[in-house]
């Protein structure tokens, strides 16, 4: 399986949202010209509204002068995960506040879990706990971030 591609086995089925959007066309649409994610080498292995669920191998490249996972790169990957969750009801939606907390290390080779909820959507904000877990469930970093949605569709 390549960077930034879903994984079809585990992948909810496409949903079409109350604004008549496709889950999976959004998913497609977002991840098509994010190089960032792709370089995160993130894998999304389920998708559907309010929900992401992605994972990615920590590289030598992630790494912090200590040796262990950067926050930027834990930061990054919980954006990611964020991004998609908020974006798959097909409006348009960015960061309005974010904050992480730092849990516990990960090293080169460990497989990091992200996973991402809504907690509420309004009409113009909506809210997320992003969990990012290593192979042991254990908790690595806690997110939640908060989106603006905008009045622009994701796609058309």
């Given at each position: 399986?390549?960077?930034?591609?879903?994984n079809?086995?585990q992948?909810?089925?496409p949903?079409s949202?109350s604004t008549?959007?496709?889950?999976?066309?959004?998913?497609d649409?977002?991840?098509?010209?994010?190089h960032?994610s792709?370089?995160l080498?993130?894998?999304?292995?389920?998708y559907?509204?309010?929900?992401c669920?992605l994972?990615?191998?920590?590289?030598?490249?992630?790494?912090?002068?200590f040796?262990?996972?950067?926050g930027?790169a834990?930061f990054?990957?919980?954006?990611?995960?964020?991004?998609?969750a908020?974006?798959?009801?097909g409006?348009?939606?960015v960061?309005?506040d974010?904050?992480i907390?730092?849990?516990?290390?990960?090293k080169?080779?460990?497989?990091?879990?992200?996973?991402?909820k809504?907690?509420?959507?309004?009409?113009?904000?909506?809210f997320?706990?992003?969990?990012?877990t290593n192979?042991?469930?254990?908790i690595?970093?806690?997110?939640?971030?908060?989106?603006y949605?905008?009045g622009?569709?994701?796609?058309?």
């Open positions: 399986m390549t960077n930034t591609e879903t079809n086995s992948n909810s089925h949903q949202t008549g959007f496709d889950t999976v066309k959004v998913l649409t977002m991840l098509a010209n994010d960032f792709k370089w080498g993130i894998v999304v292995d389920e559907r509204l309010g929900y669920r994972h990615y191998t920590v590289k030598e490249e992630m790494l912090n002068g040796g262990i996972i950067h930027g834990l990054s990957a919980s954006d990611s995960a964020f991004a998609l908020c974006n798959s009801q409006r348009l939606s960061a309005l974010v904050t907390s730092f849990i516990k290390s990960a080169v080779g460990d497989i990091l879990t992200v996973e991402a809504e907690i509420h959507t309004g009409n113009s904000t909506s997320y706990n992003v969990t990012t192979e042991k469930n254990e690595i970093a806690l997110f939640k971030g908060t989106a949605r905008t622009k569709k994701v796609y058309e």
